[in-house]
């Protein structure tokens, strides 16, 4: 059940570990050295989520959605702190280069 935030609109929170039961899953990309910048972008570019927060555990993170997301995104894994947020000058830029080969969004 979606929650409401202190202004009444409703987010959701969610914590996803990546798959790792193939060598094309992305937790044994980072494992392998990949980046997990690669990920956040990926995700930013191509999902209408609010935040991102990033784990060094298999690059784990939690995902959020609200009605008026914030489309941030953080991390504990180095560089830690936010990669991005609305202002900062990579917000809106072309972040293609950081997930290349990765797979293209499949829509129903």
Do not use: C
Not at 1 to 29: C, I, K, L, N, Y
Not at 44 to 72: G, M, Q, V, Y
């Amino acid at each position: 059940m979606p929650a409401t935030s202190e202004t009444g609109a409703m987010r959701r929170v969610s914590w996803v570990p990546p798959p790792a039961s193939s060598s094309r899953g992305f937790a044994d990309r980072y494992e392998q050295g990949q980046d997990w910048r690669s990920l956040a972008w990926w995700i930013h570019d191509h999902l209408p989520n609010s935040a991102l927060f990033f784990f060094p555990r298999l690059a784990a993170f939690n995902i959020t959605w609200h009605e008026n997301p914030e489309r941030r995104i953080s991390s504990y894994i180095k560089p830690r702190g936010i990669l991005t947020r609305p202002g900062m000058d990579n917000h809106d830029e072309d972040h293609s280069a950081f997930y290349e080969g990765f797979p293209a969004l499949r829509q129903s």
